[in-house]
């Protein structure tokens, strides 16, 4: 990579919010003062032990953490033997168990953190986006446990191949608003979202699911999902007394994999790879790969990769997974990929089902369709590494959720 | 920086003691055709000041009725080059009334900021309001625009206090948008009251002249803010005048234009109405 490279990877943001070119505020004056708020609310938060102490608590009894480093031994067998002709080749593959959280996905760790600051800021309703439901479902999960009102905005598409995810929001006493314009799904989320932010200023909290919006939210979620990194960092040492060789995760808007990656990112032996959603083929245009399909632009409050057409127009995104379905990434993804220290590769929904049943049958985990992008690339980069290559995907989510999705496609490919 | 057109407006309107009324329309909204008719025909109807709504897919900060004007405007073939197109082909029958373009921050960025900037004033844009680039970004547009000749217009809202307003106003030119409601776009009917406050507040940080925008709806509204302001803004109800007029296709009927002009002229004279009132 000829791009220069830092002293560190793990310092960033500034103090405007850039990581490099992308990243930043770009948001509206009505939320400027409220972004400003949030930033100073959440720098005081985060040197407070008294928080910081009362988070781990919650961590630890109400989330379930931490969440199993897991070697998935039959996997493992499985794509040693694929890789004929070298026989000591096909590295040892880890799962970190982010599945096992309460709610299932790593969502929870980063509502916990927005919603014990909202609290602390006084806060008394709170809003969410949501694709695949599952920052939803977290998000609707713990405005129950603390009391709060909760509003979760989601793409009248993805309100329709996520039922179960709706019916379990509305059980947890949330109110699901349905967004009927634009493409339906994420993104339109997100837009409805921020409107309802600039029209009810005073009382709301926005808790963003993912490691994108204006600043300081890149850094924010990161930080509340970094806690997966640094676990992984203490579990492998504890069972191979080293480092892993690589980490390998799936990116929508990227939070599991940033959570992951951070705390590894100046360990330069550990080789990195995210993995986006190539939908029915990055030839085809119609996937959710920004930074293999799309070029840097201004959206949802921050720049970054995305995909638009020539005149800057948004386009949509495509994946058959609702939770990768969105046309950008986090800013810190995209300096990382300028910057050559994470890889990006790509996974179709072809690829990504048939990880999906492969998991299923050989490890007893239904994996969620998201984290099945990055099993798709383990199970061709594995057999090219040696037998002491310590690799560790990160199974973000369970897939309960996308078993209708998963059934239909299955179907839909017999004709 | 050089008198702009923006600025020659507000100071003949202040010699006839009355606020200006600025109208808002999406360009190339149904068409581009319909779309440079009704601009033509704004400032014989009334409009003082001509604000083009910039199509973008995803408007944030837009209620309903602006997002479903870009939308059709997309639908119909609507891109940068084509507004800016129309803006000139505006300027070949009207020298004087001032124009700013008004959207999001993208489709300029996808433009290219130079080349953006140089087109624009080529073409006779005035002045740029761009709802997704605060103070802190104005190293991106704002700055460049200014260095270029173009009035860079801020919103100032509910949320901007007395401690923030002076950034607001910093580089502020043309004149400030007091957007008169926590909102969206034409979702709610501003307070006159809790306006002419607020006017007053901002008035005491700047001498520019302060539009008062987002709700107005009726010819009364906009008297009631025209007695505290030096413009009042109208864009949703515009917007949603010229929706009614489409067919079922969504396509210009005969009476688009008229839908249009017949609302600014209403609402023209509800503004002319208020200073006569203020000096008698």
């Known amino acids: 990579m000829s791009a220069p490279q830092p002293n560190s990877f793990r310092t960033g943001p500034d103090e405007r919010g850039h990581f490099g070119i992308y990243g930043g505020r770009f948001v509206a004056e009505t939320l400027m003062p409220l972004i400003l708020e949030l930033e100073q609310a959440y720098a005081a938060a985060k040197a407070d032990a008294k928080f910081q102490a009362e988070m781990d608590g919650h961590l630890a009894n109400y989330v379930g953490r931490p969440s199993p480093l897991y070697f998935a031994e039959r996997l493992t067998e499985h794509l040693r033997k694929t890789a004929s002709g070298l026989s000591a080749a096909g590295a040892k593959i ?29 806060k008394k309703r709170i809003i969410a986006e949501t694709g695949a439901g599952m920052h939803g479902v977290a998000t609707a999960t713990l405005c129950a446990k603390f009391g709060l009102p909760c509003i979760v905005y989601m793409g009248a598409v993805d309100v329709e191949r996520q039922k179960p995810n709706v019916l379990r929001m509305r059980m947890l006493g949330a109110e699901v608003r349905g967004v009927t314009s634009g493409s339906k799904t994420l993104k339109d989320a997100m837009n409805e979202a921020l409107r309802d932010w600039v029209g009810n200023v005073a009382d709301t909290f926005y808790c963003i ?53 951070h705390p590894f990112l100046d360990e330069r032996s550990v080789e990195i790879y995210g993995v986006e959603a190539a939908g029915h083929g990055l030839a085809s245009g119609k996937h959710a790969a920004s930074i293999a399909g799309g070029r840097p632009g201004v959206l949802h409050g921050n720049r970054t990769y995305l995909l638009m057409d020539d005149d800057g127009q948004i386009e949509e995104a495509h994946s058959i997974s ?29 690829e ?40 560790v995907l990160n199974m973000s989510g369970r897939g309960d959720k996308d078993l209708d999705s998963v059934a239909a496609f299955l179907e839909s490919k017999k004709k | 920086m050089s008198t702009t057109r923006i600025d020659a407006r507000f100071a003949a309107l202040k010699q006839q003691g009355r606020a200006a009324l600025v109208t808002f329309t999406m360009a190339g909204d149904p068409d581009y055709a319909s779309s440079l008719a009704i601009a033509k025909a704004l400032p014989k109807a009334g409009a003082d000041v001509i604000e083009l709504g910039m199509p973008f897919t995803d408007p944030m900060a837009d209620g309903p009725a602006i997002q479903a004007a870009g939308l059709r405007a997309l639908k119909a073939g609507a891109r940068m080059s084509k507004t800016l197109n129309l803006v000139r082909e505006f300027r070949t029958g009207d020298d004087a009334t001032p124009i700013v373009l008004m959207g999001y921050y993208n489709p300029i960025y996808i433009y290219g900021v130079d080349k953006f900037l140089i087109d624009a004033k080529a073409a006779g844009v005035d002045g740029l309001i761009v709802v997704d680039l605060p103070p802190e970004e104005d190293e991106e547009l704002c700055l460049p625009a200014l260095k270029a000749g173009l009035n860079f217009i801020r919103l100032a809202t509910p949320t901007t206090d007395d401690k923030r307003l002076p950034a607001v106003l910093n580089n502020t030119s043309g004149f400030v948008y007091y957007v008169s409601i926590a909102g969206v776009t034409g979702t709610a009917a501003p307070d006159a009251s809790k306006v002419g406050a607020a006017v007053t507040r901002i008035k005491r940080h700047t001498d520019l002249p302060v539009a008062v925008g987002f709700g107005v709806r009726t010819a009364e509204q906009a008297r009631a803010i025209a007695q505290c302001a030096d413009a009042v803004v109208v864009g949703s ?39 006569r009132v203020a000096a008698s």
């Not at chain 1, 309460?102 to 602390?120: D, E, F, P, S, Y």
């Not at chain 1, 699911?209 to 960092?233: K, L, N, W």
């Not at chain 1, 999906?356 to 969620?368: D, N, T, V, W, Y």
């Open chain 1, 94 to 122: 880890y799962f970190k168990r982010e599945e096992l959280n309460h709610t299932g996905a790593h969502k929870v760790n980063n509502v916990l953190g927005q919603i014990m600051l909202a609290l602390r800021m006084g």
């Open chain 1, 209 to 261: 699911g993912t490691v994108a919006g204006p600043h300081p939210y890149p850094a924010m979620v990161r930080d509340f999902q970094s806690i997966i990194g640094r676990e992984t960092r203490e579990q492998m040492q504890k069972a191979e007394g080293r480092l892993p060789d690589s980490l390998i995760a799936c990116i929508g808007g990227g939070s599991n994999a940033m959570g992951l990656f």
């Open chain 1, 322 to 350: 609702a939770g990768l379905d969105y046309p950008g990434i986090g800013p810190e993804h995209a300096w990382l990929n300028d910057l050559g220290r994470v890889k990006f590769l790509s996974a179709t929904d072809d």
């Open chain 1, 352 to 391: 990504a089902v048939a990880a999906f049943q492969l998991c299923s049958k050989l490890e007893g985990i239904i994996p969620a369709l998201e984290p099945a992008h990055a099993l798709a690339r383990v199970l061709d980069l594995a057999p090219t590494k040696p037998k002491d290559h310590l690799m």
């Open chain 2, 237 to 275: 109800a515009l917007v949603d005048a010229l929706g009614k007029s489409l067919d079922s296709g969504g396509k210009a009927g005969p009476g688009t234009v008229k839908a249009v002009t017949d609302l600014v002229a209403e609402l023209a004279a509800g503004v002319r109405a208020a200073r």
